[in-house]
């Protein structure tokens, strides 16, 4: 019979720790990340804007949702001692829920595509996950849907396997409370908040923590150029992580005040530049938040407090955006420092190619 781990992985309050730290088990290593200003070529000195590095959790931002939803779930019975787990994972939940797997004791599924870089079907194999690819994108909503069409089918093969269901499941959202108290305790009240956008979870769970302490926060949502989520048509898309084929329930529509795409070729140039400069780099949400944020921090006064949640660091990347070859074969190096982007008034009108934003935020079309 498998065991019960009698104490909480990682309590979803938990605030920044003083002096070295010391972890006497795998899942106490996430949260307490650190925060890095970042100025020019993004920002004036003057007027940068802090960082919170995600990528220093040991498998990345989604280490938190993957504890939280895990112990909650097994709090509720939802998720019986030693069930398996299955989830549809771009990459990052996938390398949380092995460690959630590792920490409590569950085996995992994480069902992908074969957009998933090599070294994270590598990497998920080592820490324990069974990873299973969808072979065929479904007609209407992409690889993401025929990944959950797989999930439901691994589902009703295994009556016990339970689905953490991260596009929906409120655990998800509330999971990032410590982020941030974290992120407050480092650098105080935050005015404006840049966010990428795929579920929606951390945007939504980050802002409304925030949101107690300063009421008049702005959110910025950052989303991928052919993302469905904030109204625009649905189209192939190099960028991984933020943006989506399907309309994730957990998009918290209400709580941005603007939206902004942002091209592959934008989103390298960022990448690459931050590494340049600031030797804290990461994927293509982290190369899209970052022009953006740069953007808000000279958009606002100069008194603002402008915070970017990175979610992860360079290294599964290290074939795509930082390889010179990939990115001449997508044509993606041609690109100068993008200085601002373009205003629309409507996304259901125009279909965006390069970094656009928009401030009339709507749910568009389906909810799933
Ligand atoms: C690397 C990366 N960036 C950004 C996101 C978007 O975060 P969220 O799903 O909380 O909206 C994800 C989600 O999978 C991700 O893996």
């Known amino acids: ?73 097994r709090a509720r019975g939802a998720l019986r001692p030693g069930a398996r787990i299955i989830e549809s994972s771009s990459g990052t939940l996938g390398l949380g829920l ?16 074969p957009g998933l870089e090599p070294i994270l079907v590598r990497m998920l194999t080592a820490y324990g996950a069974r990873v299973d690819q969808v072979t ?9 849907q025929a990944r959950r069409d797989r999930v439901d089918q691994l589902l009703a093969e295994d009556p016990t396997a339970w689905h953490p269901d991260q596009y929906s499941n409120p655990d998800c959202v509330a999971a990032y409370r410590g982020l941030a108290l974290e992120l407050r305790a480092q650098v105080g009240d ?23 302490f300063n009421p008049a926060m702005k959110l910025i949502g950052v989303d991928a150029i052919g993302s469905r989520i904030f109204g625009q ?33 934008e989103a390298v140039w960022a990448c690459r530049a931050l590494a340049a400069t600031h030797y804290a780099t990461g994927g293509w949400s982290v190369g899209a938040v970052a022009l953006v944020a740069g953007w808000a921090a000279q958009a606002h006064v100069r008194e603002a407090t402008v915070a970017a949640i990175f ?57 799933v």
Request: glycine content about 10%.
């Open 233 to 265: 048509p649905v189209q192939p898309r190099l960028m991984r992580g933020l943006g989506s084929s399907i309309y994730p329930a957990n998009v918290d529509y209400t709580a941005f005040d603007e939206v902004h795409w942002v091209a592959p070729a």
């Open 136 to 144: 065929e994108p479904h007609p209407d909503g992409g690889w993401q």
């Open 1 to 73: 019979m498998t065991s019960v781990l009698p104490i909480h992985p990682f309590p979803v309050h938990a605030t920044t720790q003083r002096g070295p730290r010391r972890d006497d088990r795998p899942s106490s290593m996430v949260g307490n990340t650190p925060v890095l200003r970042i100025t020019a070529p993004f920002a004036t000195d003057e007027r940068g804007f802090w960082a919170k590095l995600e990528g220093f959790n040991p498998g990345g931002m989604k280490d938190r949702p993957a504890l939280h939803m895990v112990e909650r779930a």
């Open 311 to 367: 979610p992860d660091g360079p290294q599964r990347y290290f074939d795509t955006i930082y390889n010179d070859d990939y990115c001449h074969e997508h044509g993606l190096l041609a690109a100068e420092q993008p200085i601002e982007p373009v205003t629309i008034d409507d996304p259901g009108r125009v279909t965006v190619q390069s970094w656009t934003r928009c401030d009339a935020v709507a749910a568009p079309g389906r909810r």
């Open 190 to 212: 935050v005015d404006v908040l840049v966010c990428s956008v795929g579920t929606g979870g951390h945007s939504a769970g980050v802002a409304r923590v925030l949101r107690e």
């Open 98 to 113: 092995a460690l959630a797997g590792m920490a409590y004791r569950h085996p995992v599924t994480v069902v992908t595509d």
